[in-house]
């Protein structure tokens, strides 16, 4: 009687399984990457979790083709950063506060507030991306930079002026 075979798991160096990471894993490896993982592991939380797979020839190719799609959508997006970067040097952002005579803030200006006037001014910035040393207390021009993500650093001008009154 003839016998099966089956899709075998690989044994590694130090006897675990060998498995294809199909998604990043913390502390173990990136999207793609051939790990080498105690049987368990493997058995109970990767595999039936579709975080790892079984290293045949046809899975390999498979996470290399969306290896090359997440690649191509990444340097799309670091494209689309540079081009905002550089919007956001151009940009001139005035924030009114309420303030005293002498230009002392009542209160302060912070990330959630450059963030809604750069959003006013159609750049999508979120208040983690602005990276202030201290909040600003007092009406001035300040350079704040933002790290847009991927390594992207920019810098843009925040004008703070005192609020008018409304008569």
Do not use: W
């Not at 350079?143 to 409304?166: F, H, M, P, S």
């Amino acid at each position: 009687m003839p016998t099966k075979v089956r899709n075998q798991v690989r044994k590694g160096q130090s006897r675990g399984m060998q498995l294809v990471l199909t998604e990043d894993v913390p502390n173990l490896g990136k999207q793609g990457d051939l790990v080498e993982v105690r049987h368990g592991y493997g058995r109970n939380f990767l595999l039936p979790n579709g975080m790892a797979t079984i290293p045949s020839e046809h899975n390999v190719r498979l996470v290399e083709r969306y290896k090359e799609r997440v690649r191509q959508a990444r340097e799309a997006r670091i494209a689309d950063l540079k081009a905002l970067a550089e919007q956001l040097q151009r940009a001139n952002v005035s924030i009114e506060a309420n303030a005293n005579e002498e230009g002392h803030l009542y209160g302060s200006v912070g990330a959630p507030e450059i963030s809604r006037a750069l959003k006013a001014l159609n750049l999508k910035i979120e208040p983690d991306m602005v990276r202030l040393e201290g909040p600003i207390r007092e009406c001035a021009l300040y350079a704040v930079k933002l790290n847009l993500g991927y390594d992207i650093e920019t810098e843009v001008k925040i004008l703070v002026v005192k609020q008018q009154d409304k008569k």
